[in-house]
Structure formats: structure tokens, C-alpha cells
T-cell receptor, first 114, second 112 residues
């Protein structure tokens, strides 16, 4: 358990509304990531952060923004939700233990956009 | 960029061995990982192997790496119903800010 929590765990929202998902970690890891999981696509990286206020895009970043104002919190925002953003969202941290780069995951947020 | 492929589904009988396969495209991949995802849960790291190794064993799990063919496999000995899950392989490449590229996942079904 890498001390990662996500909130909310489930959310239903309407098309066009803004949505913010929160990832919280308790162990001061530098790297944090947001993925989405969809059938047939595995996990795809949306955005990641390599420090406070330092973020970068992943492979499916369109329609998403992120912020990291504190080491422990990484927020994912859908400015105007669309049905194509219905998915399960996972946050992860990289422990970078020695140099093995493994990632540890939160429990996920299931988002439904109607 | 990196491409990681897995077959979608595998069914085995309880007590048999399971072999889950993964292929990747980038020969500069340094660490390769196996994750397990149970229904409704996040991904759990099972094991990893460094690219200079051919094999790693951890209790019922054996990881084999064929660098020449860019092929990674996970063998689960004496498969149990509790092993039913989705298994993901993931690869890391040096200089990619600790980013991993994940395969599409293999759903393992264990039958009695």
C-alpha cells in the first residue's frame, strides 16, 4: 500500500459540466500520474507530474488539465466533460526505489458522463 | 514510441500452469513489469525484471525475458481461482521521466 487515495470513487455527471478528480499520497513521492483505463486500450497516460507545479502531457491529454500545488495532491480536471471521457481513472506514483521505477496505483475513480 | 502487445484472454484449469505473453517494440526498454488487476481494484505490482536478466522466479511466478525477440512472459504455477484477474505487462525506457507503457491486458480465467 503506497498510501494513495482517490476521490471521488464514483461520479456521474452530465455532458458539458466541469469535473475534478483528486489524487492524494502520503509518502512524498516526486512523480505522480493520471491514467485512464478503457476496454481494449489498457492504461493510457493522460498527464504526469515530476514535482510541485511541474507537469507534462501524456498520450491522451486532450480535454484534460492537471495541477499540483502540493507534493501530496495531484488534481485532474475535465473542463467540459464529454461522453468519450466516461472511463475509469487511475492515479499512480513512482517510488523510484534505487532505479527500478515501479509505479503504485490508487483504487480508481469510475466516471460516467451522461 | 513504445508499443506493447498482449493477447486479450486466457483460460486455464485450476492446478495447471498459466503462461501470459507480452511483446514490445523498443529494444532500449530497461525494466519490464507485471501487474495484476482484480475486479473493481487498482493495479497491483507483481514482479519486475531488469533487461540484463533472462529469468526471475518469485514463489509461483516465473518471468522469462527474450531480449532478441522482445518477448516477455509470466508463468503462474499451480494456478488458483484467486489468480483470476487481468494481467498487464509494462515497460520502462531510460530517459522517459519514470513513465511506463502498458499493454492492453490479458484476462485470465481459472476454471474448476
Amino acid at each position: 500500500d503506497a498510501g494513495i487515495t482517490q476521490s471521488p470513487r464514483h461520479k456521474v455527471t452530465e455532458t458539458g459540466t466541469p469535473v475534478t478528480l483528486r489524487c492524494h499520497q502520503t509518502e512524498n513521492h516526486r512523480y505522480m500520474y493520471w491514467y485512464r483505463q478503457d476496454p481494449g486500450h489498457g492504461l493510457r497516460l493522460i498527464h504526469y507530474s515530476y514535482g510541485v507545479k511541474d507537469t507534462d502531457k501524456g498520450e491522451v491529454s486532450d480535454g484534460y488539465s492537471v495541477s499540483r500545488s502540493k507534493t501530496e495532491d495531484f488534481l485532474l480536471t475535465l473542463e467540459s466533460a464529454t461522453s468519450s471521457q466516461t472511463s475509469v481513472y487511475f492515479c499512480a506514483i513512482s517510488a523510484v526505489q534505487g532505479s527500478t521505477y515501479e509505479q503504485y496505483f490508487g483504487p480508481g475513480t469510475r466516471l460516467t458522463v451522461t | 514510441g513504445e508499443d506493447v502487445e498482449q493477447s486479450l484472454f486466457l483460460s486455464v484449469r485450476e492446478g495447471d500452469s498459466s503462461v501470459i505473453n507480452c511483446t514490445y517494440t523498443d529494444s532500449s526498454s530497461t525494466y519490464l513489469y507485471w501487474y495484476k488487476q482484480e475486479p473493481g481494484a487498482g493495479l497491483q505490482l507483481l514482479t519486475y525484471i531488469f533487461s540484463n536478466m533472462d529469468m526471475k522466479q518469485d514463489q509461483r511466478l516465473t518471468v522469462l525475458l527474450n531480449k532478441k525477440d522482445k518477448h516477455l512472459s509470466l508463468r503462474i504455477a499451480d494456478t488458483q481461482t484467486g489468480d483470476s484477474a487481468i494481467y498487464f505487462c509494462a515497460v520502462h525506457k531510460t530517459g522517459t521521466a519514470s513513465k511506463l507503457t502498458f499493454g492492453t491486458g490479458t484476462r485470465l480465467q481459472v476454471t474448476l
